[in-house]
């Protein structure tokens, strides 16, 4: 880890301020490249340039297929934005409510599972101790980094992370900064 940390000690972590477009940008960004995922993000911007939870409710289906998302990520985007708007999701509490919670809370959504809901932990709250062990980019990182590329199991990771303690999110953006340089933002 301390390698890894010299190697990129010029990068950083950080928010991009507003909890709902992060989660919809992670919900297009769901089983596809970062590059297209980017791709289609942008069309969305572009065909939307207010997005808000009530532009994104609003908008037709078709236009948003236009953009290139999938019928059912267009329903996920519209299932957040309706809690959102009806006051499911609400900023405010995540504040006074541990990880586990707001996971619980986000999984609500459509589209939205564990995953997702750790990535908006690690990018949008910069909670500082998350460690997603589902995350393939993880997993390689370790595996490249600790086990000669063995594969690796959840429970060794568990124990691997132990001394990255509270600092698990930092300790795994170093990782992925490992196998990819260029910082993924959600």
Same mark, same amino acid.
């Given at each position: 880890?301390?390698?890894?940390?010299?190697?990129?000690?010029? =990068?950083?972590?950080?928010?991009?301020?507003?909890?709902?477009?992060?989660?919809?940008?992670?919900?297009?960004?769901?089983?596809?490249? &970062?590059?297209?995922?980017?791709?289609?993000?942008?069309? !969305? /911007?572009?065909? /939307?340039?207010?997005?808000?939870?009530?532009?994104? &409710?609003?908008?037709?289906?078709?236009?948003?297929?236009?953009?290139?998302?999938?019928?059912?990520?267009?329903?996920?985007?519209?299932?957040?934005?309706?809690?959102?708007?009806?006051?499911?999701?609400?900023?405010?509490?995540?504040? @006074?409510? @541990?990880?586990?919670?707001?996971?619980?809370?986000?999984?609500? !959504?459509?589209? /939205?599972?564990?995953?997702?809901?750790?990535?908006?932990?690690?990018?949008?709250?910069?909670?500082?101790?998350?460690?997603?062990?589902?995350? /393939?980019?993880?997993?390689?990182?370790?595996?490249?980094?600790?086990?000669?590329?063995? +594969? &690796?199991?959840?429970?060794?990771?568990?124990?691997? =992370?132990?001394?990255?303690?509270?600092?698990? +999110? &930092?300790?795994?953006?170093?990782?992925?900064?490992?196998? @990819?340089?260029?910082?993924?933002?959600?």
């Amino acid at each position: 880890m301390r390698q890894l940390i010299a190697q990129f000690a010029d =990068a950083s972590l950080e928010s991009r301020g507003c909890a709902f477009t992060t989660l919809a940008r992670s919900i297009v960004g769901q089983q596809i490249s &970062v590059k297209a995922a980017e791709s289609i993000w942008q069309r !969305v /911007i572009t065909t /939307i340039p207010d997005i808000t939870p009530q532009t994104i &409710v609003a908008a037709e289906q078709e236009m948003l297929r236009a953009c290139g998302l999938s019928a059912r990520k267009v329903t996920y985007l519209h299932d957040l934005s309706r809690h959102f708007t009806d006051g499911n999701l609400r900023e405010t509490a995540w504040a @006074d409510m @541990d990880d586990e919670a707001i996971i619980a809370d986000l999984i609500k !959504v459509k589209g /939205i599972g564990r995953w997702t809901a750790e990535m908006f932990l690690i990018f949008h709250l910069q909670r500082s101790d998350v460690l997603p062990l589902d995350d /393939i980019g993880l997993q390689r990182a370790i595996s490249q980094h600790y086990f000669d590329r063995q +594969s &690796v199991d959840k429970k060794t990771i568990i124990e691997l =992370a132990k001394p990255w303690r509270p600092w698990r +999110s &930092v300790a795994t953006w170093y990782l992925w900064r490992s196998l @990819d340089p260029l910082p993924v933002a959600y």
